[in-house]
T-cell receptor
Framework: QKEVEQDPGPLSVPEGAIVSLNCTYS??????FMWYRQYSRKGPELLMY????GNKEDGRFTAQVDKSSKYISLFIRDSQPSDSATYLC????????????FGSGTKLNVKP | EPEVTQTPSHQVTQMGQEVILRCVPI?????FYWYRQILGQKVEFLVS????????KSEIFDDQFSVERPDGSNFTLKIRSTKLEDSAMYFC?????????????FGQGTRLTVV
């Protein structure tokens, strides 16, 4: 079983739609959860960072973590064409020296 | 806003040649990483570095790879004898500022093409 699973998409939505992106993971010891946005041939850009279970909101973005289900989500409200990118989830064990485990990324296309 | 910078943005090298990829992490960060992404594939961990030594490495990071922090600002990845399959985007990242947050910030990457 892979450490982190993510539907590769592509996911195509009209402008203004609410987008839901998800990841599941197998290691219950993961404590820190991140969402990155990656444009083609660019580096991952950190969007959201959450610790343990719960919700975190930042503008149009909401990150949710459900540790009991080993499931994390990123919601994008009022999606814009500029949101079109690949979204990567990542997580780690939360103490020093830890590598980040990435999902394979979901490609999102927001149509004008 | 502080950022991780990487040079060069694109490197073309012949198979068997040595390459050095350079990174300047965010200045107050303590943990440094190299990741790579083969075109169309997932971001893969190579190595993490803390307190001037490797703290963890993946099976990809074999004897052909080495990392160094030669001074207080640069962090380098050396590939001694490049192979065609080393062609990928290489990302440097750093984390762990004074608040000991663990989110990692990535550079824009170096695209390595081995011919």
């Amino acid at each position: 079983q892979k450490e982190v699973e993510q539907d590769p998409g592509p996911l195509s939505v009209p402008e203004g739609a609410i987008v839901s992106l998800n990841c599941t993971y197998s290691n219950s010891a993961f404590q820190y959860f991140m969402w990155y946005r990656q444009y083609s041939r660019k580096g991952p850009e950190l969007l959201m960072y959450t610790y343990s279970s719960g919700n975190k909101e930042d503008g149009r973005f909401t990150a949710q973590v459900d540790k009991s289900s080993k499931y994390i989500s990123l919601f994008i409200r009022d999606s814009q064409p500029s949101d079109s990118a690949t979204y990567l989830c990542a997580m780690n064990l939360g103490y020093n020296f830890n590598k980040f485990y990435f999902g394979s990324g979901t490609k999102l296309n927001v149509k004008p | 806003e502080p950022e991780v910078t990487q040079t060069p943005s694109h490197q073309v090298t012949q198979m068997g040649q040595e390459v050095i990829l350079r990174c300047v992490p965010i200045s107050n960060h303590l943990y440094f990483y190299w990741y790579r992404q083969i075109l169309g594939q997932k971001v893969e961990f190579l190595v993490s570095f803390y307190n001037n030594e490797i703290s963890e490495k993946s099976e990809i990071f074999d004897d052909q790879f080495s990392v160094e922090r030669p001074d207080g600002s640069n962090f380098t990845l050396k590939i001694r004898s490049t192979k065609l399959e080393d062609s990928a985007m290489y990302f440097c990242a750093s984390s762990g500022g004074q608040e000991m947050n663990t989110e990692a910030f990535f550079g824009q990457g170096t695209r390595l093409t081995v011919v």
